[in-house]
């Protein structure tokens, strides 16, 4: 056998097998007969022994640069139970878009609390989980920040070699890189004067949390450079730590000539009370607001501003008002939610914050001006001025339209402390039920704590005797599957049959009902499960 590979056979073989041995002989070459009956034989055992030459004939290609090494994790390892269940977590797909739900947990709604849970403890995730992990982290953006904290370095080793995962890259500076430190100020500035704008943004705001002085005084470097609307974003960051020391700056950026930078500096600024704008503020909402002590009962009068002059305008007042909105009162609004709540104690006789929320104010201001006094408790997170504002939560125009709407309660809840916010939407719900109270649990610290968990399942309870449509509860009962404590499982037990219908109770409601209190008291004991596991000791 000839052993020197030749194309030419090769391309005879393959031209005779198109044409057919009957109408083109076999080349002479390569084969050992080329005769009658044994031509198509003898056309594949040529062919066969021409593919097994030119194989043996290739050369081996240049090896490929190895693969850089992945870098270590110095976490502790995820104990062996807890990694089952992550497996587990990552592997469900019955999470139903509509629909009815059945009474089986939704793992998938669980991953965020076990990413919680496990982030807390430090955990580093099993290697092989990394892959699944990035992936639910990929269609859901929600997960990612907890999901990237919890795969460590290694997610970024795996983004740069799988396109599919590049958004791990994107939620760190330089490509997956380190933040640089406060002290490592020649890679402070690289970065900043020639990083892309995400990478400078979370620069900012990393600095900003260390050092708060450090990159306040970066951004003053470059700020006359800075394009407008990168400028407002920049501005922005100075939310965290914000303090007086960033006053002299932020009266600069009033005279911007971005619109929308002067009026976020303006209301950093109002955020400051000690600030020279707040003073400013104070003075002039001080001219539009009194006490009546003429009147049989001390009542508040307001004037509300005649003009917005160029003075209002640089420390942040918008002229023009939104459709259907008067513009008197929209200046009066700007004002008072700018001066610092102290003013009015003084204004208004020493009046205590409760005392001046209780005074009936004239010619239908009421809401204007309780509404103004809520953004600036939120803004200046003045408790004593939000409990006020709230009132008791069983007052009978907590649960409807008042001057303090619940969106607006919600905001003011934000500013008390976790316990306090807890009894406060408990005792709404013991005087209003659930009806209204969706968006307040929505701000109240998880998991709820005893007294309004307590309250949420008396109240579901109530309202499924009343007969209540069941899927008018869902959102409540899906919050309650992630935020109830486990430990309020064995309250549910009495209510998992399902009860006799009355009248009176919407058709098939009472089997909902009994599903949806069967399926939250599993997902109560399966979070406490999960605790454990991640918790063993």
Request: charged residues 25%; negative net charge.
């Amino acid at each position: 056998m000839n052993s020197t590979p030749s194309p030419e056979i090769w391309d005879e073989l393959v031209t005779t097998a198109l044409l057919g041995t009957d109408r083109r002989p076999l080349p002479e070459r390569g084969t050992a007969s080329s005769a009658g009956t044994n031509a198509p034989t003898a056309l594949l055992d040529a062919a066969a022994t021409e593919t097994l030459r030119r194989r043996a004939g290739l050369l081996p290609a240049p090896a490929a640069p190895p693969l850089p090494e992945s870098p270590e994790d110095p976490r502790a390892p995820l104990p062996a139970p807890a990694a089952k269940r992550l497996a587990l977590l990552l592997a469900d797909r019955t999470a139903q878009s509509g629909g009815r739900r059945g009474a089986a947990p939704d793992l998938m709604e669980l991953l965020p609390q076990w990413l919680a849970a496990a982030n807390g403890h430090r955990y580093a995730p099993p290697p092989q989980l990394l892959p699944a992990l990035l992936d639910a982290a990929r269609g859901r953006t929600d997960l990612r920040p907890a999901a990237l904290e919890f795969a460590g370095p290694r997610a970024l080793w795996l983004a740069r070699l799988n396109s599919d995962w590049r958004f791990a890259l994107r939620a760190t500076a330089g490509d997956g890189a380190v933040l640089p430190a406060p002290e490592e100020t020649e890679r402070v500035r690289r970065l900043w004067e020639e990083g892309l704008f995400a990478e400078r943004v979370t620069l900012l705001l990393a600095l900003r949390a260390r050092d708060a002085d450090a990159g306040r005084d970066l951004l003053t470097a470059t700020w006359a450079t800075e394009r407008a609307e990168d400028r407002l974003m920049f501005l922005d960051s100075l939310r965290t730590g914000l303090g007086p020391r960033d006053e002299p700056f932020l009266e600069q950026a009033l005279s911007d000539r971005s619109r929308n930078v002067r009026a976020t500096a303006a209301e950093l600024l109002s955020a400051l009370p000690g600030s020279a704008l707040a003073g400013r503020m104070a003075a002039r909402a001080r001219t539009c607001v009194a006490v009546d002590r003429t009147a049989e009962v001390p009542t508040i009068v307001v004037e509300a501003p005649h003009e917005c002059d160029a003075g209002m305008e640089r420390d942040g007042v918008i002229r023009t008002a939104p459709t259907g909105r008067g513009e008197r009162s929209w200046w009066l609004g700007q004002l008072v939610e700018a001066a610092p709540l102290d003013t009015w104690s003084a204004r208004l006789g020493g009046r205590t914050p409760q005392e001046i929320v209780a005074l009936p104010v004239s010619d239908g201001w009421l809401g204007e001006l309780h509404a103004a006094w809520c953004r600036a408790a939120v803004r200046q997170g003045d408790a004593s001025w939000s409990r006020a504002l709230l009132g008791a939560p069983s007052a009978p125009d907590a649960g409807g339209p008042g001057a303090v709407s619940l969106a607006e309660r919600a905001r003011l809840l934000g500013t008390l402390s976790p316990p306090e916010r807890a009894d406060w939407v408990a005792g709404f719900i013991a005087a209003h039920g659930l009806s209204e109270a969706f968006q307040l649990l929505g701000v109240c610290a998880v998991p709820w704590a005893p007294p309004l968990g307590r309250a949420v399942v008396d109240a579901l309870d109530i309202a499924r005797d009343a007969g209540s449509y069941p899927w008018s509860f869902s959102g409540v009962m899906g919050l309650a599957e992630r935020c109830l404590a486990p430990e309020e499982a064995p309250r549910l037990d009495a209510l998992l049959a399902v009860p006799e219908e009355s009248e009176n109770t919407a058709p098939g409601a009472g089997s909902y009902w009994a599903e949806a209190f069967q399926r939250l008291a599993a997902t109560l004991r399966l979070r406490g499960e999960m605790r454990r596991e991640l918790d063993p000791t």
